[in-house]
């Protein structure tokens, strides 16, 4: 695969930093830095496009994402994404004749900041739908928020079960992948190819305990057996603690992080010589090829992953849509870096969920709040075919939990030339076989 925009040598640096300084800027590694009110609420309706829309009212559509903080690289892809699906869709003529306009606010990760900002979008800037969220305890805590004012809550990345089962709600949609999904898709071939015995090492908060759950659950069912599981808080700099108490006859470490937690673990864990005891496997998040990868490079060799996206063209995603989508999130991603940053799941997610939100607002003539019983009768059950709106290809939004099955994909790193490191596909899942039952019931 082409190698677009640098591999930036600092991108460890800029990880473990902890934070996001006006200073540095987006790019394969680096978190954008930009002036807090630049970054911490964004509108946008592409100015050529005012005019071919004459006077008619702007449909609006807002999310939070983390703009700052330890999340704030991810945040900044989730957002580009959002970008490039608003002006594709207003240059295509916007929905049932009217424009899109976008606005994001910045939750910094933390619940209490996403649920004051998720009221503002809401009460103050009277948005018509929500598409945005990145971070599950702060998707969780906002649910409510849409639920009471009966505004559809399309999500963008937070994978936290719950969120599709015990807490589930009419107004709360996930058009993307979930960790029961995930395990059913790869536990097979954790156990039947890798190992029998598994430790589980994950981020202690409720998008990893989720995932360790489903996990847990997936190995058992596929014959094998989980020895031993451990959290750790989200952002902790040095896992060496942790991880030097991890010991035992086992066959591999399943690894469950994100963002600059996925470089450390990987990092720290590599320096501690586990790698050498133990094959390191876990959730794609932990080895993002954008982001992680050009910090972790030869640390991460071997790992095997899973995701719903890999910035690929080549076998089942080397199509002429996803390289429309690859080409333009890479030209997108300009605006916050010079040398451009590779598309992600983060923006892959977003995109395609703002997309989901399009297709039923069109197919049910929305309007605005007042025809959001429509819309949500317009998403259930809804399904998509492979194309420039959904790039990775088919899925499912289910009726009876509004939850998403998409294709899955298993992976190794690999090191293809000088200093490179990138994902080799190993398996392609398509999501039929990825079905697991409805835990949900609506009120």
Known sequence: MQQHGRDLTSAEDIWTSGRVTRRRFVGLGAVATVAAGALGSTLLIPPPWRQAFGAEKAIKVGGIQPLTGPAAAGGLMAKVGQEVAIDRINKMGGINGRPLELVVEDSEGKPAVGIRKTRKLIERDQIDAGQGGFMSNVCIACMPEYQRARVV?????CLDTTITTSKCDRYTFRPFDFAPAQAVAFS?????QVGKKWYIVYVDYAWGQSTRDAYREGIHKNGGEVVGTMGIPFG???MVPFLTQIKGDFDGLFLIFFGKDGVTI?????NLGLHTRYRLAGDGAVVVAGT???????KALGFIGIDRYLPLLEGSLNTPHHKAFFDAVFAHSKKYDPNGILPDRYSQSNYEAMNVLKTGME???????EDTEKLI???EGLQVRA?????TGDKLLRKEDHQAFTNEYLFDVVKEESDIYKPHVLKVVPWQDTIVPPACHFA
């Open 153 to 157: 809550n399309m999500i963008g990345v």
């Open 387 to 391: 194309g420039e709106d959904f790039p």
């Open 236 to 238: 902790t700099a040095d």
């Open 377 to 379: 009768e317009a998403l």
């Open 266 to 270: 990987i990092t720290q864990a590599y």
């Open 363 to 369: 197919t049910c003539g929305f309007r605005g709040r």
């Open 292 to 298: 992680n990868l050009p910090a972790q490079k030869e």
């Open 188 to 192: 097979p071939y954790l156990v039947n």
